[in-house]
């Protein structure tokens, strides 16, 4: 089965760090371009981070430049959101996705697999 597993979210205060996980598992990780997204109650989905499988190459939405690094992980099945300097604003469920056309990861914000989501909630 294809599944796409974001975990890692939680409670934090104002300031503070998260580390997001998304682990792939049921296809070829190297062939696709991994995207971050998040959705807040009441607000449209919203682009985060992007990167890109072919060289590494890693994207940001500004509202989040500085503070957030989009990394792969050693196992390479596994790509990482670390977040810093978190803030009120960035409470929303989080979701990674992914697809073999970052275009449409970055522009349309499509994937063909899309893990379930979870959860950041950011305290002031």
């Known amino acids: 089965d294809v599944q796409l597993q974001a975990s890692g979210g939680g409670l934090v205060q104002a300031g503070g760090s998260l580390r997001l996980s998304c682990v792939a598992s049921?296809?070829?990780?190297?062939?696709?371009?991994i995207g971050w997204f998040r959705q807040a109650p009441g607000k449209e989905r919203e682009g985060v981070s992007w990167?890109?499988?072919?060289?590494?190459?890693?994207f940001y939405a500004d509202s989040v430049k500085g503070r957030f690094t989009i990394s792969s992980g050693a196992a390479k099945n596994t790509v990482y959101l670390q977040m810093n300097s978190l803030k009120p604003e960035d409470t929303a469920v989080y979701y990674c996705?992914?697809?073999?056309?970052?275009?449409?990861?970055?522009?349309?914000?499509?994937?063909?697999?899309w893990g379930q989501g979870t959860q950041v909630t950011v305290s002031s």
């Open positions: 996705a992914a697809d073999q056309s970052l275009r449409r990861l970055y522009y349309g914000f499509q994937a063909d697999y």
């Open positions: 049921g296809f070829t990780f190297d062939d696709y371009n």
């Open positions: 990167f890109r499988s072919t060289d590494g190459s890693t």
